[in-house]
């Protein structure tokens, strides 16, 4: 979810603003950043992507994501917000090409909107990396600790984990601006902390709707579901 509250003399944007943080602060967001997509693209799945042929896919969801994330709606004067779409993207390609997917999609935006690149790290970071981590770890530990069936997939997969998510990523964009100094917790939780609950719904409906229609018609595209796991037997 991009966060925009900004200062009154300043223009809401969608995303963090860097100059709300500290070099330190924007200098950790960058080595972190670069060591997570670093990552990425040393574990993700290229040669299956390519025998699977879902390089169109992949790309396509990149574009997609990229007009979603230009898409933002205004809550009230300094508070704007996008829909994440990334829950959707970590169970269809896996965390790290969720990862490479979101990064592209970040870097699309800046260049449409010619925006400040000191801050491409921070928000890739919180708004791209930390959201995809969450739901590849909700992904395991359902796996771990709810039965295998399709219901619970989309449901709980699909729809609560891209709510929570969306939710999620709106406090830690607050507590975010509450660390850096920028604003009090007073200050938010009169404007904007409110709101966050708002996110879950239409977070939830869009991520989930697509994991619907995925396992329901490409199957194949899903890395994460299978046929044999959450229908047969069951």
């Known amino acids: ?62 574009l997609v994501l990229m007009f979603l994330w230009q898409m933002e709606t205004q809550v009230q004067p300094g508070l704007h917000y996008h829909l994440l779409g990334l829950t959707a993207l970590t169970l269809v390609f896996s965390w790290s090409l969720a990862v490479v997917a979101a990064s592209l999609a970040l870097l699309g935006v800046y260049l ?21 981590t969450l739901t590849q770890i909700a992904l395991v530990l359902i796996r771990r600790y709810l039965p295998r ?10 729809f609560l984990t891209a709510g929570l998510v969306g939710v999620g990523m709106g406090y830690m ?17 009169q404007t904007v902390l409110p709101f966050f609950p708002l996110m879950f719904l239409p977070e939830a ?21 299978s046929d044999e796991q959450y229908l047969k037997g069951k």
């Open 1 to 62: 979810m991009g966060l925009v509250h900004q200062a009154p003399r300043r223009r809401p944007r969608m995303s963090l603003d860097p100059a709300l943080f500290s070099s330190t602060t924007t200098w950790a967001a960058l080595v972190l950043y670069l060591l997570c997509l670093g990552l990425a693209l040393w574990l993700a799945p290229w040669r299956k992507l390519l025998a699977a042929r879902l390089t169109h896919v992949f790309f396509g969801a990149t």
């Open 112 to 132: 449409n909107a010619s925006m400040a690149w000191d801050g491409f790290a921070l928000n890739a970071l919180v708004g791209a990396v930390l959201p995809i």
């Open 149 to 158: 069936q399709f219901f619970v997939y989309v449901l709980v997969n699909g």
């Open 173 to 189: 964009a607050a507590w975010l601006l509450v660390g850096s100094g920028a604003y009090t917790f007073a200050e938010l939780s």
């Open 205 to 225: 409906m869009l991520n989930g709707w697509i994991m619907v229609i995925l396992v329901a018609f490409r199957p194949e595209w899903v890395y994460s579901f």
